[in-house]
T-cell receptor
Framework: AQTVTQSQPEMSVQEAETVTLSCTYDTSESDYYLFWYKQPPSRQMILVIRQEAYKQQNATENRFSVNFQKAAKSFSLKISDSQLGDAAMYFCAYRSSEGSGSEKLVFGKGTKLTVNP | GAVVSQHPSWVICKSGTSVKIECRSLDFQATTMFWYRQFPKQSLMLMATSNEGSKATYEQGVEKDKFLINHASLTLSTLTVTSAHPEDSSFYIC???????????FGPGTRLTVT
């Protein structure tokens, strides 16, 4: 079974600075999808960014970018120019690409990000 | 687009009673819906996956007779917590997928408090 590990329970960053959240995963599959979700205090899950494993190019979405290292099974999230609204729990998630139950998401335990003014 | 709603957002019930939570996809047809449970300061734990018109598939350790899931239409899934006990108090989140390659769309969650 696939597992997702987020080794940083909490992180903090100064407003306007850059922070990187770590995520590693374990899988024997060659094709899959990886996601970062944000859960603010409202608890509404919001998709931040996604990465297809077959793509070598790292995904970017405005101030959010990932460093996808397939061989190392690492998928870190970089937040540039941090804003107060970025404060939230961030969850890394894995999804298989095929097979029964392939739509299931496997979540890491999350990293709580605090943004200091 | 891709909005998922949940109702109610917060429910308080007495121990021994049953409570139903609705999950609706408002602007798309959800072929698959997922139900998660989240305890405070913890991650989401998948409880079950349901496909429209089929029986739900429960994750290991989830009591299917206690957590009844019905996915009667392409826009509605319900989770019924039967004979609720205080330990069932939690935050329940649903998500929906239209069968596309990518993401699930999440509802805002339902806080259940059993007294």
């Amino acid at each position: 079974a696939q597992t997702v590990t987020q080794s940083q329970p909490e992180m903090s960053v100064q407003e306007a600075e850059t922070v990187t959240l770590s995520c590693t995963y374990d899988t024997s599959e060659s094709d899959y999808y990886l996601f970062w979700y944000k859960q603010p205090p409202s608890r509404q899950m919001i998709l931040v960014i996604r990465q297809e494993a077959y793509k070598q190019q790292n995904a970017t979405e405005n101030r959010f970018s990932v460093n996808f290292q397939k061989a190392a099974k690492s998928f870190s999230l970089k937040i540039s120019d941090s804003q107060l609204g970025d404060a939230a729990m961030y969850f890394c998630a894995y999804r298989s690409s095929e097979g029964s139950g392939s739509e299931k998401l496997v979540f890491g335990k999350g990293t709580k990000l605090t943004v200091n003014p | 687009g891709a909005v998922v709603s949940q109702h109610p957002s917060w429910v308080i019930c007495k121990s021994g009673t049953s409570v139903k939570i609705e999950c609706r996809s408002l602007d798309f047809q959800a072929t698959t819906m997922f139900w998660y449970r989240q305890f405070p300061k913890q991650s989401l734990m998948l409880m079950a996956t349901s496909n429209e018109g089929s029986k739900a598939t429960y994750e290991q350790g989830v009591e299917k007779d206690k957590f009844l899931i019905n996915h009667a239409s392409l826009t509605l899934s319900t989770l019924t917590v039967t004979s609720a006990h205080p330990e069932d108090s939690s935050f329940y989140i649903c998500s929906a997928s239209s069968g596309g390659v990518y993401e699930q769309y999440f509802g805002p969650g339902t806080r259940l408090t059993v007294t």
